[in-house]
């Protein structure tokens, strides 16, 4: 079967008659919605773009833009003047234009683009009710995080030069692929929010939902939280454990889908699977059985993100390669894994990332570079026991350094298991 691209439409009436059914399809919305232009003045402005742009000449196309910019005016008066709801109507006028352009993309062979702009706006005519409610329910803070968000993913990623650079001279050259770091620094970010959506939405219907996707974010957050309401509420330790649990799944999760997702072109990790899936099954059996489920907490979340805490985190990642790598090549493989292990104290995803970056680039080996993500893992666990300690709850902090510990070992084990 031909794709979209393929179709023959290098036929002159074949791109008229798809010009107007995609223009009629734009115009159903306006249409049912008994605005000025529907669907014969949507239809007719796609004939009208498709048209110029066959007769090949420039300055007809853009007089026709010309024309549906004044039609768009001219709408807008009347909706004013009729006391339209939407004021000006600038939707629909803008619509016109979109309209006109997508004849102009059928009749310039793209037809593929044409279709994909036409469904896309459809979709922002028709979720109008869904998306005005959507942008008033954020907060200042939630509004400042997906621009944030945008800045970071559609204007910073595009502009970094793509492959990688060499840093340093000699024996102390290390090699950075920039696009990659930031990418990962994306991906981290959008965990956030879409971690932030869940727990806002269902943190107060269970543990299980606040200990796990607070896990994708932090799970040193979680620790945090847990910490504070043990302080409140000393009978819940069972549950708090069970979040803590949880938060080591997530973060095992995220580790093993970083280790996969990003080594596709230069051969999978598959290494990881056995030990890190371990650790995420151990931890869900272990919550399973050390909680009630019945107690639900909720964990109140200030914004998605925070740009400064990605940005950091970004810096973390370049300085973790610069110092896995120069470890690595000035005292072989230990020096990066007594790295990865450290660096897994502060951020397990960061040494994690390192270690991918190090295996894409060539110093290390599938072996060394899932090692040193177990290290990574195993030292972001270690740590979230040690934060307990720091509570006045000894009880809890004891549950959680114990059940940490037979999380460890049986992981270990499965994976001795698997080996032979």
Excluded: C
């Excluded at 249409?31 to 090949?56: M, N, P, Q």
């Excluded at 024996?171 to 932030?196: D, H, K, M, S």
């Excluded at 610069?322 to 960061?350: E, H, W």
């Excluded at 059940?403 to 298991?417: I, Q």
């Amino acid at each position: 079967m031909q794709s979209l691209a393929q179709l023959p439409l290098d036929s002159e009436v074949a791109q008229v008659v798809l010009a107007g059914a995609l223009g009629l399809f734009l115009g159903l919305e306006r249409e049912w919605s008994h605005k000025s232009a529907g669907i014969r003045t949507f239809s007719l402005t796609s004939l009208l773009g498709a048209v110029f742009t066959i007769v090949d000449v420039e300055s007809l196309v853009v007089v026709g833009g010309a024309l549906v910019i004044v039609q768009g005016v001219l709408v807008a008066v009347q909706a004013m003047l009729d006391d339209d709801i939407d004021g000006l109507s600038l939707t629909t006028s803008v619509s016109l234009l979109v309209a006109y352009g997508v004849g102009v993309l059928v009749a310039s062979e793209f037809p593929l683009e044409a279709v994909t702009v036409t469904v896309l706006s459809s979709l922002l005519l028709v979720l109008k009710r869904e998306l005005h409610s959507f942008a008033w329910g954020l907060s200042r803070a939630e509004l400042r995080s997906a621009a944030e968000f945008a800045i970071i993913a559609f204007v910073v990623y595009p502009v970094l030069p793509p492959g990688g650079y060499e840093i340093g001279t000699g024996g102390l050259a290390v090699t950075v692929e920039p696009r990659v770091i930031w990418l990962l620094v994306v991906t981290v970010a959008g965990i956030g929010i879409v971690n932030y959506a869940v727990v806002q939405t269902y943190g107060s219907r269970g543990i299980a939902v606040t200990g796990f996707f607070g896990g994708l974010a932090s799970s040193t957050a979680v620790v945090g939280a847990m910490l504070n309401h043990v302080r409140q509420r000393p009978e819940t330790r069972s549950y708090a454990v069970a979040a803590i649990l949880l938060a080591d799944a997530a973060m095992a999760a995220r580790n093993l889908t970083i280790a996969l997702a990003f080594t596709l072109e230069s051969g999978l990790l598959v290494g990881a699977v056995v030990p890190l899936g371990a650790v995420i099954l151990g931890s869900f059996v272990i919550a399973a059985l050390t909680a009630d489920w019945g107690e639900n907490l909720e964990m109140d979340l200030e914004s998605p993100f925070s740009l400064r805490s990605v940005l950091g985190f970004g810096g973390l990642f370049f300085l973790v390669v610069v110092a896995g790598g120069l470890a690595a090549s000035q005292f072989g493989t230990a020096g990066f894994y007594v790295t990865a292990a450290l660096t897994g104290l502060v951020s397990s995803a960061g040494a994690t990332t390192s270690a991918v970056l190090l295996y894409r680039g060539g110093p290390l080996t599938a072996e060394e570079a899932v090692l040193a993500i177990l290290l990574a893992t195993a030292a972001s666990i270690l740590v979230k026991a040690g934060l307990t300690f720091g509570g006045p709850d000894r009880e809890f902090a004891t549950r959680v350094a114990a059940f940490s510990t037979v999380l460890l070992v049986a992981a270990a084990a499965v994976t001795a298991v698997a080996t032979l």
